[in-house]
């Protein structure tokens, strides 16, 4: 079951499901409205008899139905929630509260609450404080992520990371081995998550995790500088970096034009997430290919469908009977398969428009240490001499130069600062543009060369280990591999380094980090203490609408973490890598963060 599902049935089920009655009003506040919007539609949560979904914030009108508050443990929430438990003449909002919190409630706060502990009915966390916007994705949703814990003025924020983790494991049952990238911040956010774990395992005496115990392997940012900044070429991640900050992109919701029958032009938009199975299905593919594949699959669609055939000759009245109950469902898709055909066609026109090709062949070919997609290892000369050559073109936008430069820094090493200083003035580079390139120094990449070194998460490249991070792809733009797939592979195949991912604790003596390739059959599960929760079922062939169809996994769940922000690329990749392993794998951070929001956050970040 996926992460995505095992929240559905724990707010639809274990909260909403757990309060009885005819009508129930159910409230949030502005932290848990996004963690509930992300996993449940409206009509979800209607279908389980609640009559009106409220914003805790907002002036209401009293009804005499009880309340499922889904709150944040934080002083506002808190503040407001007693105001309506104690209103003047004594006459209360609803008829009773049902207070389900997003983490654990301090004791401060919950004596609060006592004033008002007549009226309170159910008192419960529900460990739910992430957002899980795909069917094996999470996030917290943070702001500025990057800068506050990677900057020059730090902000604290680890003690509410390893909080916000905790949640996770515990909506997937799980107390996993803890590994971690041997960086500066990954190690601090391990041990806090591990002792969070170890005091919730101790204190809460029926907490009984699945037997095959996952691995929670922690990175940062530091880990791959290279996957924020490249041009991704997969339908997903080609969205949020060439339509964000245009107006055409706005969060999940895409902006286009479109024509009526009678040519009037009319503004539309579209929401692209879990409840579009066209974009689950084409996300993760190359954008040539999606632009091929929509379109014969949208032609396939026409020819075999009832109400396209209803309006050709020769249909009999079953048949039109057939294809006028089939209308709605028939005018969706066409809205759909529509949709994409624009987004695709829309991606192309920019590709072509950025001359997005040839500046993303030196990309790859800076990200693959060097070697080009024939395979030939090109010299430091020869790279400069691309990378010169879109510094002083006209045609590259300025923030495809600081990409590139960015990259190049990274790539090499570092630079002398002659050489710096020389693509500096040709590329034209402002303040912002200088802020962002020394930022690099706060992600653990050199920017001034003195002399070659070797470190796995950067400076100067190793070419086996970069090979390792190229693939045999069919379009030479797309090589590179991120290092969260390398880092997930060898981890599985139990070849990841103790060195530079060790452990919280001593690994269990029984090997329980890998699992044995040959035997497919489940470990055995104790019979003892209290039943599972009911999101809780077996990993393999469930089926469902959120990408969870008819996976069958060998071994224990692999979770994965960076501080400092995922970036879509790294999502496909982690995926690629389940499928290829047979491997649960489900990837997560403090942020989704994009090439747009990377840049900005290490211009912030360094001025």
Avoid at 442 to 447: A, C, E, K, P, W
Wanted: charged share 25%.
């Amino acid at each position: 079951m996926s992460l995505r599902r095992c929240v559905r049935q724990r707010l639809l089920e274990d909260m909403i499901g757990s309060v009885h009655g005819d009508w129930k009003i159910l409230i949030v506040d502005k932290w848990t409205m996004p963690i509930l919007s992300a996993a449940c539609r409206n009509h979800d949560v209607m279908d389980k008899r609640v009559t009106l979904i409220e914003d805790l914030s907002k002036k209401r009108q009293p009804l005499p139905y009880p309340a499922i508050y889904f709150l944040a443990p934080h002083e506002e929430s808190i503040s407001l929630f007693l105001e309506d438990w104690t209103r003047e003449g004594g006459k209360t909002m609803y008829s009773e509260a049902h207070l389900f919190f997003a983490n654990r409630l301090d004791d401060i706060l919950e004596k609060q609450l006592s004033v008002v502990g007549t009226y309170i009915k159910t008192f419960s966390d529900i460990n739910l404080d992430f957002l899980c916007p795909e069917y094996q994705v999470f996030h917290f949703d943070f702001r500025n992520d990057l800068r506050e814990m990677f900057g020059p003025s730090k902000i604290d924020k680890l003690g509410n990371v390893a909080s916000q983790l905790l949640t996770v494991c515990l909506t997937l049952n799980e107390y996993p081995i803890v590994r971690y990238q041997n960086s500066e911040i990954a190690p601090i956010l391990a041990q806090k998550v591990q002792e969070k774990l170890d005091t919730y395992k101790r204190t809460v005496k029926n907490f009984e995790p699945t037997d095959q115990r996952a691995t929670l392997l922690i990175l940062d940012r530091t880990v791959d500088v290279m996957a924020p900044l490249l041009h991704e070429f997969t339908y997903q991640a080609m969205v949020y970096d060439l339509c964000e900050g245009t107006g055409r992109l706005v969060g999940n919701r895409y902006k286009y034009t479109a024509e009526t029958s009678s040519g009037k032009p009319v503004d539309k938009e579209a929401i692209l997430d879990e409840n579009d199975p066209l974009w689950c299905e084409y996300r993760h593919g190359h954008i040539a290919d999606v632009s091929k594949e929509v379109s014969t699959n949208f032609n396939n669609f026409l020819s075999s469908n009832k109400v396209s055939q209803a309006k050709g000759k020769g249909m009999d009245t079953k048949g039109l009977a057939e294809a006028v109950r089939a209308m709605p469902q028939y005018q969706d898709k066409i809205s759909k398969f529509s949709l994409h055909i624009r987004v695709s066609d829309d991606l192309m026109n920019l590709y072509r428009e950025q001359n997005l090709h040839h500046i993303a062949l030196t990309e790859q070919n800076l990200a693959c240490g060097g070697i080009d997609c024939e395979g030939k290892e090109l010299s430091d000369k020869e790279l400069r001499k691309q990378v010169e050559q879109h510094l002083k073109s006209p045609h590259v936008s300025a923030q495809n130069k600081l990409r590139l430069f960015l990259m190049y820094i990274e790539s090499r090493g570092g630079l002398t600062e002659g050489a710096r200083n020389e693509l500096v003035q040709m590329a034209g580079f402002g303040p912002n543009d200088m802020a962002a390139i020394n930022s690099l120094a706060y992600l653990d990449v050199t920017i001034e060369k003195k002399k070659q070194k070797f470190s796995f998460f950067g400076g100067k490249k190793d070419k086996k280990k970069d090979k390792k991070n190229m693939k045999q792809e069919a379009y030479e733009v797309s090589r590179y591999i991120p290092t969260v797939h390398s880092v997930i592979e060898s981890h599985v195949q139990n070849k990841l380094s103790p060195g530079e991912f060790p452990f919280t604790a001593e690994p269990p003596s029984s090997n329980a980090t890998s699992s044995s390739s040959g035997s497919s059959a489940p470990a055995p599960r104790s019979l003892r203490g209290p039943p599972r929760p009911k999101w809780m079922s077996s990993r393999g062939g469930s089926s469902s609408s959120d990408g969870d169809s008819e996976r069958h996994f060998d071994g224990p769940r692999v979770i994965v973490f960076i501080a400092g922000g995922v970036t879509l690329s790294e999502v496909r990749a982690a995926q690629e890598a389940a499928k290829e392993l047979k491997r649960e794998v489900i990837i997560g951070s403090t942020s989704i963060t994009t090439p747009h929001t990377f840049v900005s956050d290490m211009i912030e970040m360094g001025r």
